[in-house]
């Protein structure tokens, strides 16, 4: 049986993997993206994972990414809008 990972499961899995954090650690919607100790740079190199991760195109202005669950809105909304233009 082939499990189908959430957005924010696959979004907890990048972040566990790209830098360094801990599986138990807490990665929930509600926590802070400042709280998960990337520096500028690491989240510029995120959105670029996230871009390859999920096949899509993500605005470098205009949006506003405070918390994990605002990072997990942002990917659905744009997986949705750029993925129905191409059928």
């Given at each position: ?13 990048l972040i566990v993997e ?70």
């Amino acid at each position: 049986m082939t499990a189908i990972l959430t957005t924010l499961q696959k979004i907890r899995d990048l972040i566990v993997e790209n830098f360094n954090l801990k599986e138990g650690e807490r990665i929930e919607p509600d926590v802070p993206i400042d709280n998960l100790g990337l520096d500028s740079l690491d989240k510029i190199e995120f959105m670029f994972t996230l871009e390859k991760e999920f096949n899509l195109k993500i605005p470098e202005r205009g949006i506003k990414i405070d918390t994990v669950g605002d990072l997990v809105e942002l990917i659905d909304k744009l997986t949705v809008e750029q993925h129905s233009q191409t059928v």
